[in-house]
């Protein structure tokens, strides 16, 4: 699996954090969830893949089980 890329963040001094995919805006974060993310990802070997987690934008695993359900099939 690729790892993602394209996005970006902006940590502003209110304590906000801003995450862009692409440059269209993804998510916000405040406060003590902001002070996590900017933990986790300076910390990170990866920054991409822990801001396509906050934001929800990644594979989850479970596209070939929902491809092969019966309900999805032709």
């Not at 862009?20 to 990170?44: C, Y």
Request: aromatic fraction near 6%.
């Amino acid at each position: 699996m690729p790892s993602p890329q394209g996005f970006h963040y902006e940590a502003h001094t209110n304590g906000t954090v801003h995450i862009t995919h692409h440059h269209r805006p993804a998510t916000t974060l405040h406060g003590p969830r902001a002070a996590q993310f900017l933990a986790e990802v300076e910390s990170s070997s990866d920054p991409q893949l822990v801001m396509a987690r906050w934001t929800g934008n990644y594979k989850r695993g479970n596209e070939r089980t929902a491809r092969n359900h019966p309900r999805n099939r032709r």
